[in-house]
């Protein structure tokens, strides 16, 4: 890509002269095909190359654009991007895998003290965090509540 500041003033005047004298055939056209208000955009619009020379965003856009090319370029062309492309792809699918692997593992539950049974398993969508823990005073308390219908 070309570099913005090797270009000099009359250059930049030039395009500035050529954009703009573009912008208002577009604008003439606008308004006596389309309207006032396709052609008050159109004068807008030819305002702006004029407007970005004279405040020097005219070389900086160039500027922009041509860091942008070079960058897909280098994003295309390059082997050891595309082996960072790959190195990322990897990661983010080992963070989707251990997030997976540990609600695995939370549903099920180690055993309560004094409770005989082992392990108790939780029933499918509920998480070891939300599970209550389970108290003899407490169990026969709901148990009461369940014979009554009261949940």
Not at 72 to 77: C, E, I, M, S
Not at 81 to 102: E, I, K, N, P, T
């Amino acid at each position: 890509m070309w570099d913005a500041w090797q270009v000099d003033e009359v250059t930049w005047g030039a395009l500035t002269l050529t954009l703009t004298l573009l912008g208002a055939l577009y604008t003439w056209w606008a308004f006596t095909r389309r309207g006032a208000a396709a052609g008050t955009r159109g004068a807008a619009f030819t305002l702006l190359p004029a407007a970005a020379w004279l405040t020097g965003t005219l070389e900086m856009v160039t500027e922009i654009a041509g860091s942008i090319a070079d960058w897909a370029t280098h994003l295309v062309f390059s082997p050891v991007v595309w082996a960072g492309v790959v190195l990322g792809g990897a990661a983010v699918s080992l963070f989707l895998l251990s997030g997976l692997l540990r609600s695995r593992q939370e549903r099920a539950v180690p055993a309560v003290a004094g409770d005989k049974a082992g392990e108790r398993k939780l029933p499918r969508g509920a998480s070891a965090r939300t599970a209550p823990v389970v108290d003899d005073d407490l169990a026969d308390i709901e148990a009461l509540l369940r014979k009554r219908g009261i949940n």
